[in-house]
T-cell receptor, first 112, second 114 residues
Framework: DAGVIQSPRHEVTEMGQEVTLRCKPI?????LFWYRQTMMRGLELLIY????????DSGMPEDRFSAKMPNASFSTLKIQPSEPRDSAVYFC??????????FGPGTRLTVT | KQEVTQIPAALSVPEGENLVLNCSFT??????LQWFRQDPGKGLTSLLL?????REQTSGRLNASLDKSSGRSTLYIAASQPGDSATYLC?????????????FGAGTQVVVTP
């Protein structure tokens, strides 16, 4: 298996622009997680899905952030409008019923 | 709220020495505890997962123990190698929280010197 795939790997955008991050989970995994990692706050869970349904979005920082999972093999995390404080590495992870989470390589987002 | 702490924040050992990494948590009602490794600029790699009913898990040179009563987990890496240099994170999921939700420690940065 190719593992969790994320795109793009790097994104540089200007404040106010819309940013869309993409994730393809491991085939057969029915849980998908979006995390954000910064030096100040460490790793934070933003939202997670089970069978394409959002289960817990309590970590989504504000209404500018939204996530969707239209099918079992694709999810997006969108930030609109983006702000400099959104600069971070965003990780996607997936798991099966074993609960062991497998992480993608991350997307490094820089908002100028 | 569950708090997960990893001390020390950084550790340097000579090659061949055994590594002992500590993880403490404030709430013993955990569902499982997972250890990860993160290399600079990379994602997290799962090392070991311990279910709440287990006391330890082993994989090769790695052994992780779990003591819920004392709120601690320890990751042992035998005969360390320079390739073990990385940041190691522990994460706990709670029975009182959303299933699958992990609370991460800040990590211990390890350097193994040749």
């Amino acid at each position: 298996d190719a593992g969790v795939i994320q795109s793009p790997r790097h994104e540089v955008t200007e404040m106010g622009q819309e940013v869309t991050l993409r994730c393809k989970p491991i085939s057969g995994h029915d849980y998908l997680f979006w995390y954000r990692q910064t030096m100040m706050r460490g790793l934070e869970l933003l939202i997670y899905f089970n069978n394409n349904v959002p289960i817990d979005d309590s970590g989504m920082p504000e209404d500018r952030f939204s996530a969707k999972m239209p099918n079992a093999s694709f999810s997006t995390l969108k930030i609109q409008p983006s702000e400099p404080r959104d600069s971070a590495v965003y990780f996607c992870a997936s798991s099966s019923l074993t609960l062991e989470q497998y992480f993608g390589p991350g997307t490094r987002l820089t908002v100028t | 709220k569950q708090e997960v702490t990893q001390i020390p924040a950084a550790l340097s050992v000579p090659e061949g020495e055994n590594l002992v990494l500590n993880c403490s948590f404030t709430d013993s009602a955990i569902y499982n505890l997972q250890w990860f490794r993160q290399d600079p600029g990379k994602g997290l790699t799962s090392l070991l997962l311990i279910q709440s009913s287990q006391r330890e898990q082993t994989s090769g040179r790695l052994n992780a123990s779990l003591d819920k009563s004392s709120g601690r987990s320890t990751l042992y890496i035998a005969a360390s190698q320079p390739g073990d240099s990385a940041t190691y994170l522990c994460a706990a999921s709670m029975t009182t929280d959303s299933w699958g939700k992990l609370q991460f420690g800040a990590g211990t940065q390890v350097v193994v010197t040749p």
